[in-house]
């Protein structure tokens, strides 16, 4: 393993390029919350990469015996860098970013400990059970219930408030579609992918309607709904799309546009928070040109 390839490796093993799509999920369940912009929201940004990135560093610890047979492109296979390595890499991952969480943020610690668990079960039964694609999704509704679990513990109430169970619910079937989509990932050729996926995969243009019904209604609202569906529907479109045409980048797309949902999402909440997601967007569209995205 040569030293000057182990910052890359690391970044590739924790598929960084998805990054700007965790930050638009954990604004989003701030932001629906109630949450302010302050310092917290800054802590919960960095746990929450951490864990992701452990997650994804984890994933390839936990293939890397199916990898040497059917994924060679992988760093562990290639010979970057050694299986222990990788152990111990997505495990203080993990580590400081649960401590990040618990010790300088209000997470409800079940949601959290309930977070690692999905991020362990998920990596561990992903090649062994179809069914753990729903664990893929719980991953990332545990992003969004996390960040709102953390402006509800400010409050009396102490409850995630129902919109944000609703677009995690949404959330959850998405990933899982996507997830199910992927499947395949390692083949470069054209693909079809099954009606279950695609109906799926369909499941975010209801995601600016969820939030629109919480807010008063305006000529403005009004535009931001239709504007949010266009645009959300627009991006699938493309992304579906893409799968036909080539599954890695049909599915590297779907994970960007996750940012592209959150911003038609928390626009109602906070437009600063959505231009935010926005520009997550982007960047995940950018990042994911220099480290690939699965």
């Known amino acids: 393993m040569k030293l000057s390839s182990t910052p890359r490796t690391i970044l590739v093993l924790g598929r960084v390029s998805n990054l700007p799509t965790v930050w638009s999920n954990v604004l989003v369940g701030w932001f629906l919350a109630g949450g302010a912009w302050n310092l917290e929201l800054v802590w919960l940004l960095l746990g929450m990469s951490l864990v992701y990135v452990a997650g994804m560093t984890l994933n390839d610890a936990f293939d890397a015996k199916w990898d040497r047979e059917h994924g060679t492109d992988r760093p562990i296979p290639r010979g970057d860098i050694s299986e222990a390595i990788v152990w111990v890499i997505g495990a203080a991952q993990l580590v400081v970013g649960v401590e990040i969480l618990l010790g300088l943020t209000s997470v409800d610690v079940r949601l959290a400990a309930l977070l690692v668990l999905a991020?362990?079960?998920?990596?561990?039964?992903?090649?062994?059970?179809?069914?753990?694609?729903?664990?893929?999704?719980?991953?990332?509704?545990?992003?969004?219930?996390?960040?709102?679990?953390?402006?509800?513990?400010?409050?009396?109430?102490?409850?995630?408030?129902?919109?944000?169970?609703?677009?995690?619910?949404?959330?959850?079937?998405?990933?899982?579609?996507?997830?199910?989509?992927?499947?395949?990932?390692?083949?470069?050729?054209?693909?079809?992918?099954?009606?279950?996926?695609?109906?799926?995969?369909?499941?975010?243009?209801?995601?600016?309607?969820?939030?629109?019904?919480y807010v008063p209604s305006t000529p403005l609202t009004y535009a931001l709904a239709a504007a949010g569906v266009l645009g959300v529907w627009s991006w699938l479109f493309l992304t579906r799309k893409a799968l036909r045409e080539k599954i890695p980048l049909g599915i590297a797309r779907g994970i960007a546009g996750i940012a592209c949902f959150d911003a038609a999402t928390v626009v109602f909440a906070d437009w600063r928070a959505a231009v935010l997601c926005l520009v997550f967007f982007v960047l995940a569209l950018g990042a994911q040109r220099v480290i690939p995205a699965t």
């Open 119 to 213: 991020v362990l079960l998920y990596n561990w039964l992903h090649k062994l059970h179809a069914a753990s694609v729903l664990l893929m999704g719980a991953c990332r509704a545990l992003v969004y219930l996390g960040a709102a679990s953390a402006v509800a513990a400010h409050t009396e109430a102490l409850m995630v408030p129902p919109l944000v169970w609703l677009v995690v619910g949404g959330v959850v079937l998405y990933i899982a579609g996507l997830t199910l989509a992927a499947r395949n990932e390692h083949l470069a050729s054209p693909g079809n992918v099954a009606a279950l996926p695609r109906l799926l995969l369909m499941l975010p243009v209801l995601f600016p309607l969820f939030s629109f019904r």
